[in-house]
């Protein structure tokens, strides 16, 4: 700002003026505002033209940077509602099937304790990423077509379920046979031992390793890639593959992170819980 004219100057130009066409009179566009303000002069012809060019093709760009971060915002969202949905289920379905499983095994119920004893160690001893495989491929050859999530919750549950049985089994059988026999001398039935002797101590036995294996499941869930299911590493791998950059990876494991945070605090409360019963 001069002090004699008391004019507002940008590079030997008055602003002033240039505003006041731009604005009122529509003597100026835009793009040669910007340009007086890029280049402290006003543009002949053709080098408007092009910077106009230049401009738009930098838009372009800018348009085409912005969609594509957008979408591979909404694909890692949906992804992480896959990842979680295989994963919640999964827990909840073998959990279930465990629990039948580990009291088919207790209380040795003929021929079934023997089926249930061999279908958990073939579970245990086999890869999960084969009884993937198997679900997926094998057994539409013999007519059984089922959904790909269909599929990837049957070889999570049947696989799982096995490793929660073994652990289930093991805590029901650690507690003393005493203590059933002094819930019977104290006037209990079968439902009132289990309810309240048995079945308190057997959880807090056994969260730790139920914790443990919950968390490699959320974890195992990233094998459902090669299903072809647009799960948070298959969406990962896609980005990666196409902008040949890897945070995408970076943010899958974050993600992944987040849900065994989750998963190990609430473990850690259930276990603070039942742990008052060792006082």
Request: charged share 20%; glycine share 6%; with cysteine.
């Amino acid at each position: 700002k001069t002090p004699c004219e008391g004019r507002l100057y940008y590079r030997g130009v008055n602003v002033r003026d240039i505003v006041r066409g731009f604005v009122t009179e529509g003597r100026f566009g835009f793009e040669e505002v910007v340009y007086l303000l890029l280049f402290g002069e006003l543009p002949k012809e053709q080098e408007l033209e092009k910077f106009r060019a230049r401009s738009a093709k930098h838009a372009a760009r800018g348009v085409r940077f912005l969609a594509t971060r957008f979408a591979a915002k909404e694909a890692f969202l949906k992804a992480v509602g896959v990842t979680l949905q295989v994963g919640l289920i999964a827990i909840a379905t073998s959990l279930l099937v465990a629990l039948i499983n580990a009291a088919l095994l207790v209380f040795r119920t003929p021929y079934l304790s023997r089926l249930v004893a061999l279908y958990v160690e073939l579970a245990r001893n086999t890869p999960l990423l084969i009884q993937l495989f198997f679900v997926y491929f094998a057994l539409p050859m013999i007519g059984i077509r089922l959904p790909d999530i269909a599929a990837a919750l049957l070889a999570f549950t049947l696989n799982y379920a096995a490793y929660f049985a073994e652990i289930f089994r093991a805590g029901i059988q650690s507690v003393p046979k005493g203590q059933y026999e002094a819930a019977r001398t104290l006037g209990m039935n079968y439902t009132q031992t289990m309810r309240r002797i048995i079945l308190p101590q057997v959880i807090r036995i056994v969260l730790p390793p139920v914790s443990n294996e919950t968390i490699n499941l959320v974890k195992d869930t990233s094998l459902i890639y090669i299903l072809a299911m647009n799960d948070l590493l298959r969406v990962a791998r896609t980005i990666v593959q196409r902008e040949f950059d890897m945070t995408p990876f970076l943010i899958a494991g974050v993600f992944y992170l987040a849900m065994t945070f989750v998963l190990t605090w609430m473990f850690k409360k259930l276990e603070a819980y039942y742990g008052k019963y060792d006082k």
